[in-house]
């Protein structure tokens, strides 16, 4: 059974040296940093929320209802530093599918050889998974959901794993 997908949902990138980072893929894409406290940093460009808009009549008022801070639908990718904890851990960039359903995806990719790797579960503004395909290739799919923003201020948070 196929699951719907909204197509990607954003990238997120993974370092170990934030700063070069940000003036680096800002310079070559245009992106913007997007502080949304905590020390949470995101990358938007300025006029992505519009074209998204055009496959999604809706978006900008359902982020805005949903309490999503000005400027994030313009989001394009996140940027996690990676935690001295995990100096094992090389820079890598993760893709993340916006899905209809995190948890029938999960099902649907185990039941045609896939690996749920992580099971579906509740972040800050989303339900997601972290699924790797037949040959191990990982990757997310994530569900919008407005009623979890509250979870980004909790301490230890899924969004951190």
């Known amino acids: 059974m196929a699951t719907t997908t ?3 949902g954003w990238f997120e990138i993974g370092t170990d040296t934030p700063e070069p980072v940000e003036q680096f ?3 070559v894409f245009g992106w913007e940093t997007l502080g949304l406290g905590g020390g949470a940093e995101m990358w938007r460009l300025p006029g992505y929320g519009d074209f998204l808009e055009q496959s999604e009549p809706g978006l900008r008022r359902r982020m805005a209802e949903g309490g999503a801070p000005e400027g994030f639908e313009d989001v394009v990718a996140a940027l996690n530093p990676i935690a ?9 960039w993760s893709v993340t599918f916006g899905v209809d359903d995190a948890d029938a995806t999960a099902a649907t990719a185990s039941e045609l050889g896939g690996k749920v790797v992580a099971a579906p579960f509740d972040a800050p503004w989303v339900r997601m998974a972290v699924l ?4 191990g290739a990982t990757f997310i799919a994530s569900k919008f959901v407005p009623e979890n923003r509250d979870l980004a201020g909790q301490a230890g948070s899924a969004a951190a794993a």
């Open 84 to 92: 001295g904890d995990q100096a094992d851990v090389a820079p890598h």
């Open 6 to 8: 909204h197509g990607i």
């Open 132 to 135: 790797a395909d037949p040959q």
């Open 25 to 27: 893929y800002g310079s």
